[in-house]
């Protein structure tokens, strides 16, 4: 009875070994799979073994392989790529659950990739906030980029803003952009790179959704004592920073060098008006607070609210009281 048994499950069990335990770049020859179902005491002779892998062919479930001095065997077929789970594990460490709920469907995610796959993921992840881009490639290019960081490699790519018609005007004169890459960072509605260059001293960061073109460069990346120590999670709140507040409809006018701010802070889908060559008007949903106050402060005049008039009010109190405490 006990080996009828194993011989019902041995397939489950063969199939699972090889979609943990294998991807391209990881196979397993005929021995090892056969030393691996022994651990769980089922034995398979090299003759059944190849059976048993051309019947999950037969029936789609695929086991490619190839030969070098012995019979390798891997698969690559799963229900998600490495980059969607990538994309999907951010978003449920960027929600409100739990930290256990977190990590539980985390882990979840984790089961449907290979275990090396699953291991290089972890390793390169960072999580924040849920973006809302309209670049299609941001999945596949934030995959280029853990892969890059998981390889220690150089990566480069083209970045661009947008003009106030949303056409993309490509920085550095349209030359690719090549810097050792530190970690990738979810946040505030954005995917970012931060990373360092060769010839500079502190970091940089990057919108992913602005970049085309994105690889992993053959030279491993320049390696930095002093970012042994880089805390992800205080450069974020260093760095990045949310409005909070109550939500009113705020009608803005600012200087056309705001233009790639005001995306990052409201999105692509937003409607703004050309008033002339150098302004711009916009009315956009704000969650209003002092920190949205101090950011247009931050602005130095290149940014105005001019409606409703209660914000207009609450900013000029606010402004009022910051001149009065300095």
Known sequence: MPHMIEQKIKLLVLYDLLCRLTDEKHALNTDEIIALLAERKIAVSRKILLQDIALLNE????????????????????????????????????????????QTLTNKLMTTMGDFQATELIAAARFGTIPKRNNRYIIYTIDTLKQAIANDKKVSFKYYSLDYQKNKVYRNGGERYVVNPLVVVWNKDNYYLICYDDNHEGTATYRIDRMAEAKEEANDRVYR???????????????????????????????????????DKFGEEINIIKVDDITNRLKVPIQVSKTFFAWVVGTQGKMRILAPQNVCNQFNAFLTKIKEEY
């Open 59 to 102: 029936f789609g479930y695929e086991v490619l392989s190839y030969k070098k001095k012995y019979h390798y065997y891997y698969v690559v077929n799963r229900h998600f790529d490495s980059a969607e789970v990538a994309f999907l594990a951010d978003a449920v460490q960027a929600s409100k659950l739990s930290a256990l709920q977190k």
């Open 225 to 263: 004592k002093e970012l042994d120590e880089f805390d992800i999670e205080q450069y974020r709140q260093r760095v990045f920073s949310m409005f909070g507040g109550e939500e009113q409809e705020v009608t803005l006018q600012f200087d056309s060098a705001m233009l790639d701010d005001v995306f």
